[in-house]
């Protein structure tokens, strides 16, 4: 997915938003928090369960599900058969889907106008 703005500045999901995942058997989910109001409604808009899916396309998940969470600013990606058997079963290298929320972070997203306004605030 190609992204960037007339000004050139290219934004990923891991500047506008932090991520955990983990497993339950073969389904994995991702919770993706934004760091702002700001971003948080930038992305209702943009990381849907299609895009999630897509992005995650190589891992062949059978359905992903959002789950939208706008009482902490946040959306949570159930990921369905991801896993190839889950922890015990799986040989996969990333059985139980802790490193899922690293990769969907290096998404690269849209560049709206507003971008600056949903970076992390500084502390």
Same mark, same amino acid.
């Given at each position: 997915?190609? !992204?960037? !703005? @007339? +000004?050139?500045?290219? =934004? %990923?999901?891991?500047?506008? /938003?932090? /991520?955990?995942?983990?497993?339950? #058997?073969?389904? *994995?989910?991702?919770?993706?928090?934004?760091? &702002?109001?700001?971003?948080?409604?930038?992305?209702?808009?943009?990381? &849907?369960?299609?895009?999630? *899916?897509?992005?995650?396309? $190589?891992? +062949?998940? %059978?359905?992903?599900?959002?789950?939208?969470? $706008? #009482?902490?600013?946040?959306?949570?990606?159930?990921? %369905? +058969?991801?896993?190839?058997? #889950? *922890? !015990?079963?799986?040989? =996969?290298?990333?059985?139980? #889907?802790?490193?899922? /929320?690293? @990769?969907?972070?290096?998404?690269?997203? $849209? &560049?709206?106008?507003?971008?600056?306004?949903? =970076?992390? $605030?500084?502390?």
């Amino acid at each position: 997915m190609g !992204s960037g !703005s @007339a +000004n050139g500045r290219v =934004l %990923h999901l891991h500047d506008i /938003a932090h /991520a955990r995942s983990g497993d339950k #058997g073969n389904h *994995a989910n991702i919770g993706v928090i934004a760091w &702002t109001s700001v971003g948080f409604e930038f992305l209702d808009d943009f990381l &849907t369960a299609e895009v999630v *899916a897509d992005f995650l396309r $190589p891992l +062949n998940p %059978h359905r992903v599900e959002r789950f939208r969470m $706008p #009482g902490i600013g946040a959306y949570n990606f159930v990921l %369905h +058969n991801v896993l190839a058997g #889950g *922890a !015990s079963r799986s040989l =996969l290298i990333d059985s139980q #889907g802790k490193a899922l /929320a690293s @990769a969907l972070l290096q998404m690269e997203v $849209p &560049t709206p106008d507003e971008w600056e306004q949903m =970076l992390k $605030p500084y502390e």
